[in-house]
């Protein structure tokens, strides 16, 4: 039996608007537009290495927010690849509705779109079962009901969910069983939703997510792209190949030492950043000086820092405060009293820590 080759993605999420990621306005229209270059890129490497097939499990794009013109420019990508037969299980973001374009759009032909019910493809490699979100939500594919009678030919799946959804918010998204989905006996499990990588965490792992194609936020940093993969009948080779065309990070900065409002824009301002990357600045230490980040923000003038995060507390010495004969003298007393009982937590500590900073600043 000759040797099916593959890739897999999933988590694409085209159009989302990535309005709480930053208070830049280009910033979404940035991240769209990477969207568009990575896929093209996937296309660009499935047509160099005459891929056989493209699985595509779920969230390719969002049902809210999608643009048909996005739709028609995913779809003509579909069309520079006609001999790569490509799979699409729709996911929570972007399900199988009456209205949606996977049920309203005309898709090339060498395009199939999983619905409510697991389907079985047979192709001349392998039989490809696959389901579709029908819905926001979803408790149950029906895994249960599938019986692969043909062991000898190579079986796949392709779906989206939460692989051992324990939490009640976790199963109201497909939740899947690994040891059900082990017992099935299938040689490649193509999954999406878990937006991070997860395909050699253990010997000959054939349940793979391949993390979202495009990094969506500070949540998700490290490299993100696509599976790829060699399979025969008991033989699988997989290999991770990134995509990306820009990445998050978050670089701190102390201001324990930082005088005035001006050093610290001079601070920010001297923070090196590359030019593919975008950047969550994250104050921390002791602060001197009140610190608005809304107002810090407007005076930076890298456009690489899209999000400053004021993590700092304020600088204060209790033993100091609590000889003060005023009000703020007497909370001072209470607190450092409660800070050095005997026994306390570090959980306990760090509320009391917590309501220290509420109480100083209230009573400045």
Same mark, same amino acid.
């Given at each position: 039996m000759k040797k099916m080759k593959f890739v897999h993605i999933a988590d694409m999420h085209f159009d989302s608007p990535f309005i709480n990621l930053s208070d830049r306005e280009i910033f979404g229209d940035l991240k769209r537009l990477e969207q568009r270059k990575v896929l093209k890129k996937v296309i660009e490497y499935i047509k160099e290495n005459k891929i056989e097939y493209l699985f595509i499990s779920g969230d390719l794009y969002e049902h809210k927010f999608v643009k048909l013109s996005t739709i028609e420019y995913i779809n003509n990508l579909f069309k520079e690849i006609p001999e790569t037969r490509i799979f699409i299980s729709p996911g929570n973001h972007d399900p199988y509705l009456k209205n949606s374009y996977y049920n309203q759009y005309t898709w090339n032909e060498n395009v199939k779109i999983f619905t409510s019910k697991i389907e079985k493809v047979q192709t001349s490699e392998a039989n490809i079962y696959g389901f579709g979100f029908y819905d926001f939500y979803c408790t149950g594919c029906g895994l249960e009901n599938i019986e692969i009678k043909d062991k000898e030919k190579i079986n796949i799946l392709v779906i989206h969910g939460t692989l051992n959804g324990a939490s009640l918010e976790e199963k109201q998204?497909?939740?899947?069983?690994?040891? !059900?989905?082990? !017992?099935?006996? *299938?040689?490649?499990?193509a999954l999406g939703h878990i937006h991070k990588l997860d395909y050699n965490t253990e010997e000959e792992q054939n349940i793979v997510?391949?993390?979202?194609?495009?990094? +969506?936020?500070f949540d998700e940093l490290g490299q993100h792209g696509m599976i790829v993969g060699s399979l025969e009948k008991d033989k699988l080779d997989l290999q991770f190949v990134p995509l990306d065309e820009s990445f998050f990070v978050e670089k701190e900065i102390d201001v324990t030492d930082i005088i005035s409002k001006e050093e610290l824009i001079e601070k920010i301002n001297s923070v090196e950043i590359a030019d593919n990357? *975008?950047?969550?600045?994250? +104050?921390?230490?002791? &602060?001197? *000086? !009140?610190?608005?980040?809304?107002? +810090?923000? /407007? +005076?930076? *003038?890298? !456009? &690489?820092? @899209? /999000? @400053?995060?004021?993590k700092t507390k304020i600088n204060y010495d209790l033993n100091k405060l609590e000889n003060n004969k005023t009000l703020k003298g007497l909370f001072a007393k209470k607190m450092n009293e409660k800070l050095n009982q005997e026994n306390i937590s570090e959980e306990q500590k760090n509320i009391i820590e917590k309501a220290i900073e509420i109480g100083l600043e209230a009573l400045e």
């Open positions: 998204y497909n939740s899947i069983s690994k040891k !059900e989905l082990k !017992e099935k006996g *299938f040689d490649y499990v997510y391949p993390g979202s194609t495009v990094s +969506l936020g990357e *975008f950047s969550k600045i994250i +104050l921390i230490g002791k &602060r001197n *000086f !009140e610190i608005d980040a809304y107002e +810090l923000y /407007k +005076l930076i *003038f890298n !456009e &690489r820092i @899209i /999000k @400053i995060k004021n």
